[in-house]
């Protein structure tokens, strides 16, 4: 793989104003394509299979006109028992006849004739029905919504529009440019080059921009859930720079070793490239395989990341080489250029049509005063009590992971006065928090007759079922067949009990026959996802920390040392969901994220941060542990490789690991709790990851196994194929290609 990528990196610098103008020809056609051809995003998470997402279905067959958006307007009038007054009432009444006029909307209920009035007479709830599902709802629709109650709120009253009708896509402000400015300013600072940093940014931002524009231009035929764009821009941003800047970092050190532009982009790309290539394939995998867990959205989520990182990995190994070609010796610093130049004095310019015969190799004195050689010295001497502080550290920093809560988030969750948070916040204080959570029973029979027999067992068992405030009056659809029955629980969506209630009822209900009984909501929904992601987290688990041992062994062609990585990934994984519950569910901290309420966690996150922590986990360990084996095949001890391994590869790894924490943490600042949990989280694992587990515990473990950590049995060895991460077999091909020109 190695020679591969050296021949496609010279021949990328060599072409390259064809393969700049090609990556343009794509990012300006896949751009005008997800201009024209782009579609909504969905903001809802269904799961084919269980009871709630049947029920939804089923209403959608036999009672479509209770299968649309729902909304709910909250109403507070000035003072208690205002709403019993012929005033008040009238102004209720009005605000009920406009939501009803809306467009899009079936149909508005009177919450006098519903009887959805607090008993002090201050609270009422219009309950408006919608002809189209909440994805479907445009956003001029929803603009009229959100505008309802005008001329009550001039007279002091309070009107509140809530409920599903009022989701919508994330956006993506100005803030995540935080984090690429100081992605930018730790290049400019590992490079001391602005040409050095300009570039790598630019080539990250040429890549993200067409991995984006691909899935929006997708998104016209393949439905994608709001978050799903919002992780691919994180990973694709990340990735990009990392994967950039460890080639650009190789390239630079062939330059100061002596080799002419060409010969050093081919050695950076066959060398660094294969690493990139790797760790990138393992990202992809990763994300990828969350297609096991056959969970629609969550298969989503991850092929649209996955395809922003494969076109990082493109984009690192064709376009980097051709934006080196242009930008030359300018990538080094004026004083280390003025050097270089001096080393070399008879070396040509690379252009097309060069020799491929490499020039002399002017070896640059090797500097292991460093802070990597200093640190990795250090870490090799105390290895035991470092390995001890580490893994007792992790483990505690792990602890609140026993008490993590996995939900749907709900308008609870919204940010302080948004629209959402505002109703929800009216309706618990009217009428408590079960009115935020309320379940609907679906109750379909093949006749009406079936049907109206039933609704009355039905509803009796409701009411018996313990934490029911009160179910509401059965809706039948048109034919009779079908009715919908309201219930109210005491506890709001995310509460511990509403789950309880949720199985309490279906247990309930499950023994009448002669009709189907289901249940379903928002509610419902979030429950039967939170449960269903929970029982598939363990064997996603396994699944990723198996492919690990598998990758890695084949790379390093060992056995301990892909155990270790492996028990070191599952420390980074703990100790992230342990900081992650103790800031957004236990709320410890939560200032400083900007954090208004603090909850359960987004049901979808550790089963996704495990995936795309597992890649990244890979990519420092390949970085890292590849320059340790290097040098121990090549005659250093043990000890020394492992020193050798953290000394040249600390400063990269540093900047690699900062410019990730760095995007990710830029995400935290925007209000959706979803999003700000996710980059949180990313950042948190990326740090515990390269900091603690990859530059300390590991050649802490590598310098107390010695040589046993190369151990791999004949056999084994045999079986694996090499995929040559390392460059031997490119190391090889120079040497016979030196060899070759010499006798010429």
């Avoid at 102004?91 to 508005?108: F, S, Y």
């Amino acid at each position: 793989m190695a020679t591969l990528l050296y021949r496609l990196g010279r021949g990328s610098l060599r072409r390259r104003r064809l393969v700049a103008a090609l990556w343009l020809v794509v990012l300006v056609g896949l751009g005008l394509a997800a201009a024209t051809l782009r579609g909504p995003t969905a903001s809802d998470f269904t799961m084919p299979g269980t009871e709630s997402q049947r029920a939804l279905d089923l209403l959608a067959e036999q009672f479509p006109a209770a299968s649309g958006a729902t909304g709910t307007i909250a109403v507070k009038a000035p003072g208690d028992g205002q709403l019993g007054t012929p005033q008040g009432q009238a102004v209720v009444k009005e605000i009920a006849q406009e939501a009803a006029t809306l467009p899009g909307a079936v149909g508005a209920v009177d919450p006098f004739q519903s009887g959805a009035v607090s008993p002090n007479g201050r609270y009422a709830l219009v309950q408006v029905q919608f002809a189209t599902g909440a994805d479907e709802v445009t956003d001029e629709q929803r603009e009229a919504y959100e505008k309802v109650g005008a001329r009550a709120e001039a007279q002091g009253w309070q009107v509140a529009p809530g409920g599903e009708v009022l989701n919508s896509e994330p956006e993506i402000g100005s803030t995540e440019a935080i984090g690429v400015a100081v992605a930018a300013i730790v290049l400019v600072v590992t490079f001391g080059s602005l040409v050095a940093a300009g570039m790598t940014m630019l080539n990250a931002l040429i890549g993200v921009g067409v991995g984006m524009a691909g899935l929006y231009a997708l998104s016209g035929v393949v439905e994608l859930t709001s978050t799903a764009p919002i992780l691919a821009l994180m990973l694709g941003l990340a990735v990009g720079i990392d994967y950039s800047l460890f080639i650009s970092s190789r390239y630079r050190q062939n330059l100061l070793d002596g080799l002419p532009p060409d010969e050093a982009v081919g050695r950076a790309v066959g060398t660094a490239g294969s690493a990139v290539v790797f760790a990138g394939a393992t990202v992809v995998i990763a994300l990828a395989g969350l297609a096991v867990v056959n969970i629609p959205f969550l298969t989503v989520m991850g092929l649209a990341a996955a395809g922003t990182v494969t076109v990082a990995v493109l984009v690192a190994i064709t376009l980097q080489p051709a934006l080196l070609g242009f930008a030359g010796r300018r990538v080094l610093p004026r004083k280390l250029r003025s050097a270089q130049t001096l080393a070399t004095p008879g070396e040509r310019p690379a252009q097309a049509g060069t020799t491929d015969a490499p020039a002399p190799v002017v070896a640059a004195a090797e500097d292991r005063s460093g802070f990597g050689f200093r640190w990795a010295r250090a870490v090799t001497r105390f290895r035991l009590p470092v390995i001890l502080v580490g893994l007792l550290g992790l483990g505690l920093l792990a602890l609140p992971t026993s008490d993590m809560r996995l939900a749907l988030p709900d308008a609870g969750a919204a940010p302080v006065g948004s629209p959402a948070r505002v109703s929800n916040d009216v309706i618990t204080e009217g009428f408590g928090p079960g009115f935020t959570g309320r379940l609907a029973v679906v109750v379909a029979g093949d006749d009406p007759q079936a049907t109206s027999a039933a609704v009355p067992q039905v509803t009796a068992l409701i009411q018996r079922t313990e934490n029911v405030l009160a179910p509401a009056p059965p809706q039948f659809s048109p034919d009779g067949r079908t009715a919908l029955i309201g219930v109210v629980p005491k506890t709001g969506p995310t509460d511990p009990a509403t789950e309880t209630l949720v199985n309490d009822l279906r247990a309930a209900v499950g023994g009448i026959t002669g009709v189907d009984v289901l249940l379903t909501g928002a509610t419902a929904i979030g429950i039967d996802v939170s449960e269903k992601l929970s029982d598939a987290l363990p064997v996603y688990l396994l699944l990723v920390v198996g492919l690990s041992v598998l990758l890695l062994m084949l790379v390093f062609r060992s056995l301990l040392v892909p155990v270790k990585a492996a028990l070191g990934f599952l420390l980074t994984v703990a100790a992230t969901f342990g900081i992650t519950v103790a800031v957004f569910q236990q709320g410890h901290l939560a200032d400083l994220v900007g954090l208004d309420t603090p909850g359960p966690l987004i049901s979808f996150l550790p089963i996704l941060l495990i995936g795309i922590l597992f890649g990244l986990a890979m990519d420092y360990e390949v970085f890292l542990v590849s320059r340790m084996r290097e040098d121990f095949v090549h005659g250093d001890t043990a000890q020394q490789a492992t020193i050798n391994g953290m000394g040249h590869g600390a400063r990269v790894v540093t900047a690699a690991a900062l410019i990730m924490i760095s995007v990710f943490g830029g995400f935290v600042f925007l209000e959706d709790p979803v999003i700000k949990s996710m980059g949180f989280a990313l950042a948190v694992g990326v740090a515990i990851d390269a900091f603690v587990v990859r530059m300390t515990i590991v050649p802490a473990v590598m310098s107390l196994l010695g040589a046993k950590a190369w151990w791999l049995p004949r056999w084994l060895d045999r079986a694996l194929p090499n995929v040559d991460i390392e460059g031997e077999g490119l190391r090889a091909h120079l040497d016979e290609r030196t060899a070759a020109g010499a006798r010429h």
